[in-house]
């Protein structure tokens, strides 16, 4: 019965661990995408009038949409998978030093 409760309760404990995680990494990754939004959308507004003309508005939009939806998934990626992968090699490597 004591294991089984313990195993509850580390259940529990990881998942309100991952929920604070994403929670404060939702702050960080939307304002690095909302800045690269306004960058993006600064840039635009320097461009021609011809290419204006010659795009569809839907299309641009779109892809902008895409861009920093994959920028979020990058930087999601890289802080809980590839950074701490790093870390964890650097670790082992001073152990073994």
Known sequence: M???AGYAAMRLM???FQTVRDA???RVGQRAVRALALDVFKHLH???LRFHLERRT???TKAIERGAKSIDEMLYFLVF???PTFLELGRSQS???
């Open 14 to 16: 990881s998942s309100a």
């Open 46 to 48: 320097r461009l021609s």
């Open 81 to 83: 998978n590839i950074a």
């Open 95 to 97: 152990y073994s030093a």
């Open 24 to 26: 404060i990494y939702v």
């Open 2 to 4: 004591a294991l089984t």
């Open 58 to 60: 839907g299309g641009l």
